[in-house]
């Protein structure tokens, strides 16, 4: 059974895919087009209740939040693959650590800046620059932790790339491309070389070749 | 070994207290005064690298983020006391994908209500009520797709209390207490049901009783 995944041409999408191609499991994508409404379209609602994506459906089993998704399919095929989520019960409690870092706290800023700097601008607004220097003076104290935190392990959650990992690649592909802040990242050395290391991943060039997308 | 648990009174380190509760493991907390910026200490950053709350220390273990707890403790204790990550991967998928449901729609206009409604006023702020309301619609729109969830199956992940139920009780507790915003539940027949139920769960009672704090 090849399993289907709904809306892959955005940021969040892009964390399934890269999971999927590094534990090796057969997929198919189907575009949604979201600025044409068809994540509220009925059917879809049907799958996933809020209207995001990604979703996918692995024979009769539905799935929707890009996180819970990549955790199902690295438990599922824990034993094929790349591990992903460390060798024991206190390793998977450091990715699931770090992972909830990615989440809570890296991820609220880039979204926020990616909306003033990327988003909003296409829909005619200007950008407010007292914002954004917030919301990048917040994203750089959490890379200040990261620079601390990569100074003693080489990756998130200790010598082994895990979810935590993996979970950063498409909104930082997006910080360093077109959001043109690569210097958040590259004027820390420890960040600068994890991302390098994570970036150039097969499985990662893959999905930035296939799904240029919107980011 | 009895676990620490670092700065219990508030709602993200009850989230870990209520856990460990069901799960019946030994613990003792290990107050921080936040208004004092007692987290902010060196000694607290070692532990907690962002100065938030909680982080345990199990041993020589050390762990933060609330939810990133609760799956560890809910794994390595997963045959003693309530199991809270269902039988299956399937069901655990389930489970994650609710818990990131709490954490990443549920949570957010919570935060921003508490933030407008209890925590500005204390500080001489005056309410906005444009931004109250705008925050009091998105977490109804949430609490809809909820009812309709909650219409099929006892909790959020199945006929079984998980993690995903738990991890929405000290948020819950603060809405309908010190915010005032009980309608938001009692007005909606199966997440009134739903809440009835898990926060009369002696566990959740106990936390209720033994640090009723700052909400």
Redesign the interface.
Known sequence: MVVKVFGPDCGNPKRVLVCLIEKGVEFETVPLDLFKGENRAPEFLKLQ??GSVPVIQDGD?T???S???A??YA??YKHQGTDLLGRT??E???V??W???E???YNPPINDLARKIVVGPLRGLTPDPKLIKENEEKLGK?LD?YE??LSKSKYLAGDFFSLADLSHLPMTQYLVGKMEKEYLIRDRKNVSAWWNDMSSRPSWKKVVELWPGLY
């Open positions: 209740p809020f089993y799935l929707f939040e996180r819970a998704i955790r199902y438990e599922k019960i206190e998977r409690g450091l699931e650590q992972l909830e870092v989440a809570q706290s959490v932790v601390e935190r």
